[in-house]
Structure formats: structure tokens, C-alpha cells
């Protein structure tokens, strides 16, 4: 369902639907699975104007004058194949290629959101310095060789975070957190992240809210998971 596209230094993955889709709801269902250090696009749940660009396929390359080829295959000896030489034969190949039906997925994520509704009701009323961080150096049952912590301690908070968050230079950003803010959304930046005293630490802090945590809270708070259910997804490689 994803397709490569060769470009300068490496690749892009597109992932092509049958009709348009929100930004937002590509990036909940996407952002997840895209490893830490790989660019994502769309860069915004929404915007004013454009957002952040990026090149569209078949452009020719300013500075080497060339189109950048569609990878239909990989040779017994790993080489990229190209799908088509010319132009034409690539847009008829890009017509035979799946596409995404949103409705499909959208459908599964409601009941994938309404299961994390039930979860985030049960875990939100505890507070954040409690159980998530309980949690942290004593994982329930890490099937890997790292521990929470140790997968706290690996991660950066800016990256991480900021895969979620718009982050200006100073690391501040619009919560995500909207229910804590007056008209459920936050409209002037009280959302801040920065560098933990020790590694793995608190390094969120929502003004408003009053509450921050470490990585791990953030993300049990973004996707209304318990530590559990949490860690068990990132196990499975659903963060990273
Ligand atoms: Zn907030």
C-alpha cells in the first residue's frame, strides 16, 4: 500500500488514498508508525495556510535537472528497480497502484478511539505523577531486553515530542492536552519541553494544566492509554 520514490539522499514513502482526508486524521493514524528521525508529512493537524511543502512526484530536480524514478522492485541483490522509465509509463503505473480507502480505516480507529476513550476515562483520573511513573523503572513484563526506563533514557525529547507538538526554538508549542484548557483547546502556547535534569525524566510541562512527566507520560497521555497498554504498544514497535 506504500510506495518508494527514489530522491537525492534517500527515499519517500507515499501512501496514496481514494479521496482526500484531514490532515489530522492521516497523522493519528500514521504519525505512530513512523520511526523517530524520518520526516513526516502532513507536518500539521491544520493550518492557516499551506503548511510545511514538499516536492510532488515527477517534479524534475533543479540542481541535477532529473526526475526522480518510482521503485517498483528490489533486485536478489537489493538494488532498487525502477516501476517505469518514462513519464507516461509512470503515471500509468501510479494508476495501478492501491490506494488507501480512509473510510476503511477511519471506521476501525472509532472503535480504536472509543476503546481509548474507555482506557483514558480509567487512567486519567489518576494523577501524573503517579501511576505512569511507578511504572518506570519496574515495568510490568518487558518482553525485550529494555526496560522502560532504559527506553526513556534513549529517546529525545524535542524529536519525540515534537513528532506530536509544533515546537518553536525554545521548545514551546499549543497543548495537545485541549480538555485542560478553557474552550477545549489551547490558544495561546503554555506547552513546554525541555532537556530532564537526568536522562529519561520530566521534561513536559503544561502551564495551564499545571502537570507535565517524562516521554512515556506524554504519550500515554496523547493516545489515553494506561502505562500497560502503553508500553506494551511501544514494545510492539507502535512508537518507534
Ligand atoms: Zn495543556
Not at 497523522?27 to 520526516?39: A, S
Not at 508529512?41 to 532529473?66: A, E
Amino acid at each position: 500500500m506504500a510506495h518508494l520514490e527514489a530522491s537525492r539522499r534517500g527515499g519517500h514513502l507515499w501512501i496514496f488514498f481514494t479521496q482526500p482526508l484531514p490532515a489530522a486524521q492521516a497523522r493519528t493514524w500514521l504519525l505512530p508508525w513512523c520511526p523517530v528521525g524520518i520526516e513526516f508529512y502532513p507536518k500539521q493537524d491544520q493550518s492557516t495556510g499551506y503548511g510545511s511543502l514538499i516536492r510532488l512526484p515527477l517534479g524534475v530536480h533543479r540542481l541535477t535537472g532529473k526526475r526522480y524514478p518510482w521503485i517498483g522492485a528490489f533486485s536478489r541483490d537489493g538494488k532498487p528497480v525502477k516501476a517505469a522509465t518514462t513519464v507516461k509509463e509512470t503515471l500509468t503505473w501510479l494508476e495501478q497502484q492501491e490506494k488507501v480507502d480512509p473510510s476503511h480505516f477511519v471506521s476501525r480507529h472509532r472503535h480504536f478511539v472509543s476503546h481509548l476513550g474507555r482506557a483514558y476515562e480509567t487512567s486519567h483520573t489518576r494523577e501524573v505523577s503517579q501511576s505512569p511513573r511507578n511504572n518506570i523503572d519496574n515495568p510490568s513484563s518487558p518482553t525485550t531486553a529494555h526496560t522502560l526506563h532504559e527506553w526513556c533514557c534513549q529517546q529525545d525529547p524535542f524529536d519525540l515530542i515534537g513528532r506530536y507538538v509544533e515546537l518553536d526554538a525554545r521548545g514551546v508549542g499549543l497543548c495537545p492536552f485541549g480538555e485542560h484548557h478553557r474552550r477545549g483547546k489551547d490558544c495561546h502556547p503554555s506547552f513546554k519541553v525541555y532537556r530532564p535534569r537526568s536522562p529519561g525524566r520530566a521534561c513536559w510541562h503544561c502551564y495551564t494544566w499545571g502537570k507535565g512527566g517524562n516521554v512515556f507520560n506524554f504519550l500515554c497521555y496523547y493516545y489515553g492509554l494506561d502505562a500497560a497498554m502503553m508500553w506494551q504498544r511501544i514494545q510492539a514497535g507502535g512508537v518507534v
